[in-house]
């Protein structure tokens, strides 16, 4: 866990195994838990350093998607209500001073070792209201959708997505944000998250791989909901970031094919893509 040499806004945190990984995909078991504990102190530690407003977690595979280095990583961005904020590749992002980050590098340590969640998450970080409709009422109507399921977590397909591909995970008991899960649901969640980035590597074939989750209102989390997203891109397909609230609506037969798709990957782990299947 390191400060971030290139940053807008300070206090920007990664986090990255020890060994060489590439992707995310790569990880095993041990680094995908210890990287969810440290996600969440280093979360916990600029929550509660410099009270941001919001907070975006991300993980990019694949230059077409950002990554800077072919090394594995998270970065937790916070956001602040009074300064900008750019979605710019790290090569175009300005280099903070040595000064500035030996000086936030000392605030953060004496926050390092709180274990502060729901109560202090709330003080700091605006949640708006919903925005968009209810997740859990969509898998119990349309289950064709869903693609695995774990005793936290459901991951689905859904209609509002941002490439055809998309995946998102929703807590059951509708947590919040990630800050105010428990240790066995962070546990369980980046373990889904490594899961499913093979199912759609190998199912997809994208040039990049894009896994995230905003927190609060100001780092554009739509509404008092807890959702990781794991997007694919394609170097012939354009894409521009939008908020979910902006999404376009993909068909229904659409979703249900790809979600179709993802299952029977998921349960003979070596098929190859029949293209024939996303018809």
Known sequence: MSDCERSLASGAILIWPKEHVERISQLSNRQAVDIAHLIFRASTA???ALKPSGFH??????????????????????????????????????????????AM?????????????????????????????????????YPETVVSETEHFVA?????????????????????????LSVDERE???????DLSRVVERAMCPDGLS??????ERANQAGREFVAEIVPR?????????H???????????????????????????????ESELA
């Not at 990583?73 to 500035?100: C, E, G, N, T």
């Open 156 to 180: 689905l397909c859904h209609p509002r997505s941002r490439t055809r591909g998309s995946l998102i995970i929703l807590s059951k008991r509708r947590a919040l944000c990630f800050l105010v």
């Open 188 to 194: 369980e969640l980046m373990l889904l998250i490594r």
């Open 211 to 216: 896994v995230w989750w905003d927190t609060g």
């Open 46 to 48: 600029v929550l509660n």
């Open 244 to 274: 979910r609230r902006d999404l376009p609506i993909r068909p229904d037969h659409e979703v249900v094919a790809q979600a179709r798709m993802y299952r029977g990957h998921l349960l003979s782990k070596s098929a190859p893509l029949v």
């Open 57 to 102: 977690t991300f993980c990019s595979a694949g230059t077409l998607v950002g990554q800077s280095e072919a090394h594995m990583h998270f970065q937790v961005q916070p956001r602040y209500s009074d300064r900008p904020y750019s979605f710019a590749p790290a090569k175009d992002l300005p280099i903070v001073k040595l000064a500035d980050r030996d």
């Open 234 to 242: 394609f170097e012939h397909v354009p894409y521009i970031y939008q």
């Open 105 to 141: 590098f000392r605030r953060l340590a004496e926050h390092l070792s709180d274990h502060s969640q729901d109560s202090t998450v709330q003080r700091y970080v605006e949640f708006g209201p919903a925005q968009l409709s209810d997740g859990h009422r969509e898998c119990a109507s």
